[in-house]
């Protein structure tokens, strides 16, 4: 779905991402990881759209997206959730999901809402409460679903479980895999919960001071035995 050449990018003159070359493939669980500024969400932000690309490609399908803007990106299908402001916290939960699905018509958009229902039935009980209210994993949840309402096929995901309770996390990862596979979702994902992230995921890069320094299976980087060193900087 996404492939990445040879990406340099930042922000202005602070340049944080260096000749980055990956693949996130379609269908599956891609996940970002590494220590504190290596450059993880720079990544997702360089590839949608909200940071400085300096040189290199971005595609997705095949097609050359690396100079569009992020409201063309996400009518392709493409959905980035930031760790924070990822909903309108002044609005209610149904007034979210109706303008995340603005472009479609009534009963399409009737549609996408009631898929994202069913892989959210907690949101049914809060739809006429503001979102300001949530609990952070309803957030999350709301967020993900106002991605399903836009028939995103690519979601990528900043620090998804950052601030939640062990459980509460433990429930966003499910639902990431159902994602996959029950909807056929294409999933990035970065997470500093390094382990239980790998384990839920298909392929996975490490970061270290903006470089890929590891590709591969997420079940290799989680037996590399160099792991526990990557995941504090050291190589």
Avoid: W
Avoid at 34 to 46: C, D, E, F, I, V
Avoid at 58 to 73: A, C, Y
Avoid at 144 to 154: E, G, S, T
């Amino acid at each position: 779905m996404i492939k990445i050449e040879n990406l340099n990018a930042g922000y202005k003159e602070l340049h944080i991402l260096f000749d980055i070359n990956a693949e996130m493939s379609k269908r599956k669980i891609t996940t970002v990881v590494g220590p504190n500024g290596s450059g993880k969400s720079t990544l997702l932000k360089a590839i949608f759209g909200l940071a400085t690309v300096y040189s290199g490609k971005v595609s997705l399908n095949g097609r050359d997206i690396t100079n569009f803007p992020p409201h063309e990106k996400a009518k392709l299908g493409l959905a980035y959730l930031p760790q924070i402001e990822n909903v309108f916290v002044n609005l209610t939960v149904m007034e979210n999901l109706k303008i995340a699905g603005y472009i479609l018509d009534k009963r399409e958009l009737r549609e996408r809402i009631d898929v994202a229902l069913d892989v959210f039935p907690e949101l049914k009980y809060y739809t006429n409460r503001k979102a300001g209210t949530l609990s952070g994993g309803e957030r999350q949840f709301l967020a993900i679903a106002m991605a399903l309402v836009k028939n995103a096929n690519v979601i990528m995901l900043d620090e998804p479980t950052a601030q939640l309770s062990p459980k509460l996390a433990e429930t966003v990862f499910q639902k990431i895999v159902d994602l996959r596979d029950k909807l056929g979702l294409t999933i990035v994902l970065v997470e500093q919960n390094a382990k239980r992230a790998l384990e839920i995921s298909d392929k996975a890069y490490m970061l270290i001071s903006g470089r890929v320094i590891f590709e591969g299976s997420a079940r290799d980087l989680l037996e590399h035995e160099k792991f526990e060193k990557f995941c504090m900087g050291l190589i």
